[in-house]
């Protein structure tokens, strides 16, 4: 934590500060703290997992409320910050994920393993979720700066694939949290797009909408010249009718 302090206090001049550390301190790997909570886990590792998934899915429910908020607030900040925080968070999540499977590799948890009863896999399966979500809330709501930071890590789809692939299987995501994951998956086509699949954040489907709303601007002034003609035809052909009269 002081570390990731360090770095933001050197390198940034952030009016938000406070919310990007929430947001960081989502990422790092955080100690077992509080005694309670302690007494919490120990009791929840003699239970069926089914039943400490539905604990931890409540858990979970405020942490991504957390998530969820700290981001609304980079949202409010200018283009070059929010460039800026990409740039970090990527990284940093990048790192986590890569981390992350090897630790869980090592414990010996795959994808789709039954929640963990252990504290120590419990952190990092949680941290692997957490910072999932997080980065579909990234990539969905700053579509191009992600994508642009993103692509420039070797391996950065191999480790979404993984994260994304750990926390589907995890089951612990549910209702809009568990939409985020199928619409983060094809945000960054680790799964085929859904011919429908549009993200309205992104630079080209706002400039697609622009052109729609110039073409049909065009349009609208064709049509409308076009009265126009006909209306001032209109006289000059009763012109000679009533020349007549
Ligand atoms: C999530 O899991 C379901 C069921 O196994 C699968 O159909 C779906 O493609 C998975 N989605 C992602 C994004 O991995």
Same mark, same amino acid.
């Given at each position: 934590m002081n570390v990731y302090f360090n770095i933001l206090y050197k390198n940034l001049r952030f009016a938000h500060l406070f919310?990007?550390? /929430? /947001?960081?301190?989502?990422v790092s790997f955080t100690n077992a703290d509080a005694a309670g909570e302690h007494a919490e886990k120990n009791a929840a590792s003699s239970i069926h997992p089914d039943v400490a998934l539905k604990t931890y899915r409540k858990?979970?429910?405020?942490?991504?409320k957390v998530i969820t908020q700290a981001l609304s607030t980079v949202l409010k900040s200018s283009f070059e910050k929010q460039r800026k925080v990409v740039g970090i968070l990527v990284e940093k999540i990048l790192k986590f994920f890569s981390e992350a499977k090897v630790r869980l590799t090592e414990l010996g948890i795959a994808p789709g393993d039954p929640f963990p009863s252990d504290d120590n896999i419990k952190e990092v399966f949680s941290l692997v979720l957490e910072n999932t979500y997080f980065l579909g809330k990234l990539v969905l709501h700053m579509p191009d700066l992600v994508h642009e930071t993103i692509t420039k890590f070797p391996e950065w789809k191999i480790l979404v694939q993984y994260a994304v692939g750990f926390s589907n299987d995890s089951n612990a995501f549910i209702g809009v949290d568990d939409k985020i994951l199928h619409l983060m998956a094809q945000e960054f086509e680790i799964v085929e797009k859904d011919p429908e699949y549009v993200n309205p954040n992104?630079?080209?489907?706002?400039?697609?909408?622009q052109r729609q709303l110039e073409m049909e601007l065009k349009e609208m002034k064709k049509v409308i010249a076009k009265e126009k003609k006909k209306k001032q035809k209109?006289?000059?052909?009763?012109?000679?009718?009533?020349?007549?009269?």
């Open positions: 919310a990007l550390l /929430l /947001l960081v301190a989502v858990l979970l429910k405020e942490k991504l992104s630079r080209k489907y706002v400039e697609e909408k209109g006289p000059k052909l009763s012109g000679p009718r009533r020349y007549e009269l």
